[in-house]
């Protein structure tokens, strides 16, 4: 089953959110704010952008510029910066889209077809 992270406010969840309902593709929807995804999920994500921390986090975020995390992510270990994004779900690039042979943030409908074989 695919997890979706997403936030009610955020137009490329929304977008997301029907190309899966338009693709009948099942899905489990979390609110990003409340429920950030877990460490393993961060972990598979990390690995699916080549060990990238900057792509899972939302970096247009006021929180992203208040913590100084453009500077400090250089320096930030993937142990610190897990913490940061489960203490903090709005700090998670989102959508935030995890399953067994997918891994996927932001939308960008190519990318999402190309994964989900649509």
Do not use: H, T
Not at 14 to 20: D, E, F, S, T
Not at 65 to 73: F, N, P, S
Request: aromatic fraction near 10%; charge should be positive.
């Amino acid at each position: 089953m695919l997890k979706v992270y997403s936030y009610k406010g955020c137009d490329g969840c929304g977008k997301a959110l029907k190309w899966l309902d338009s693709n009948g593709l099942e899905y489990e929807n979390f609110p990003i704010r409340d429920i950030p995804p877990s460490e393993q999920e961060l972990d598979k994500m990390l690995a699916a952008y080549d060990g990238n921390l900057r792509r899972l986090f939302n970096v247009s975020s006021r929180d992203y510029r208040e913590l100084g995390l453009k500077k400090g992510l250089l320096s930030m270990s993937k142990k610190d910066a897990f913490a940061v994004l489960r203490s903090n779900g709005n700090l998670v690039k989102r959508p935030f889209l995890i399953g067994d042979n997918a891994a996927i943030v932001g939308f960008k409908e190519a990318e999402w077809a190309e994964a989900m074989g649509a």
